[in-house]
């Protein structure tokens, strides 16, 4: 499956951004689907994930409350709703795609076996 990150871009501190990762090749309802993220001279981190029925969400105690995960099989496409952002979220952000069924959601990026190309959040103070 081939991922594409998009909806990326400049806001200031509390606004809002909405990523979106739209699938091609393989229906998405197929993967789990997960966001990372990773800023200048840091490790990749874990964002938020969505089991493939949509109905389990998982989030980094960072975002946790300030982030939405969702996904339309329909369109193929997972969102990530991003609000009272911060300048600690400024990163690249990626989204990844599980194929393996695991009984609960990874949080790992070792487990993903699909990435997207990246898009740049930078949130200024």
């Known amino acids: 499956v081939q991922l594409q990150a998009s909806g990326g871009g400049l806001v200031q501190a509390g606004g809002s951004l909405r990523l979106s990762c739209s699938a091609s090749?393989?229906?998405?309802?197929?993967?789990?689907m997960g966001w990372f993220r990773q800023a200048p001279g840091k490790e990749r981190e874990f964002v938020s994930a969505?089991?493939?029925?949509?109905?389990?969400?998982y989030y980094g105690d960072s975002v946790q409350g300030r982030f939405r995960i969702s996904r339309s099989d329909a369109e193929n496409t997972v969102y990530l709703q991003m609000n009272s952002l911060e300048p600690e979220d400024t990163a690249v952000y990626y989204c990844?795609?599980?194929?393996?069924?695991?009984?609960?959601?990874?949080?790992?990026?070792?487990?993903?076996?699909?990435w997207g190309q990246g898009t740049q959040v930078t949130v200024s103070s």
């Open positions: 090749g393989r229906p998405s309802r197929k993967f789990a």
């Open positions: 990844a795609a599980d194929r393996t069924l695991r009984v609960q959601v990874s949080t790992s990026d070792y487990d993903y076996d699909f």
């Open positions: 969505i089991d493939r029925s949509g109905g389990r969400r």
